[in-house]
């Protein structure tokens, strides 16, 4: 028919209509005539299968009430963000600007987040994050099990994160967060030439054990806290070292230990950091003074065997004036001593023996 123009509209779809370049309706599904005897009318089939609608007069469209039973209106302002559910499950998030969803075929819905809280939080954060888009608009970390997370925000800390994931809105503002380690860790303060108060220079290894205690102040009171640490086991050990003499030195690394500790633990309260043990691993004399301190030491332990070769040798006379005095006191003792010596003579060969009035001593026949 001349100047009527057919339209076939299926159940999925429907039809936007323009007339003059304007928007004049809504065609839902079935055949339509329209009279155009000036070659105005337009119309536009969409797909609602595809909810979002696209389109280069959206504007238009979302303004007119004919399309608001057919479709959601989200128009999103600066601060704002949205986040698209289609069929219950997560499609994508939305910057700010103007969205037409079509609800007849799809189950849409969309919520409208503001992103001037700029920690992001949500119960479904982890299907969120893993939308391209999403990862556009977000920033993403993941504080790992043996960690903390110090989060700053526009330079100022916020507070200190427990182990999980977490996402922050772009542009909303400077948002950082500095992963700390709450293992515990080992400081090795090796080759330390340090002179005793007598003069002697040793060389020295010792070892710090520690964890961070106070994540913020480990990451703020200093650029570097484990450098830190260092540098006071460092100055410890030649404030407590050098203040003794050898003897007392070598005689009490207990104690001087003991001192070094209680010294580092308070420098790294001031750095956030808990002191879980120090010990010195070596000591290292120079060639000269170990070589004497061998022969010193040679002395001393020849000295000591001699004392315990007298005082033993001395115990064995004592025991030896005592059994002669017991044995000129018991006559009776006397023989029974002189058959266990016959005894132990006649194990090892052929001896005959006699005995008489006068004792065993004057009437031995030995017969070998």
Known sequence: MLFVKRVYIRNYEIGLQFRNGEFVGILEP?????FDPGLTVRVDVVDMREARLEHEHLEMIAKS????????IVDLKDYQRGLVWIDGRFASVLEPGLYLFWTGVRSVRVETVDAREVR?????????????????????????RHCAGVLFIDGRYVETLQPGLYAFWRGAADARVVEVDLREATVDVSGQEIMTADKVSLRM?????YRVADAHKAVSASDDSRQALYRATQLALRAVVGTRDLDSFLANKDEVSSQIEEAVRTRAVELGLSIVAVGIRDVILPGDM???MNRVT?????????????????AAMRSQANTARLLADNPTLMRLRELEVLEKIAACGDLKIVLGEKGLAERVVNLL
Do not use: P, Q
């Open 65 to 72: 009430d004919a399309v608001r039973e057919h479709a959601k």
């Open 298 to 314: 040679e002395a001393k332990k020849a000295a000591e065997a001699n004392l315990i070769s007298r005082r033993e040798e001395t």
């Open 30 to 34: 079935g055949r339509h005539w329209l």
């Open 120 to 144: 992001f939080e949500h119960a479904d954060l982890k299907v969120i994050v893993r939308s391209a888009m999403a990862r556009a608009l977000l920033d993403v970390c993941t504080v790992e």
């Open 205 to 209: 290894n010792a070892v710090v054990s």
């Open 290 to 292: 170990k070589d004497l």
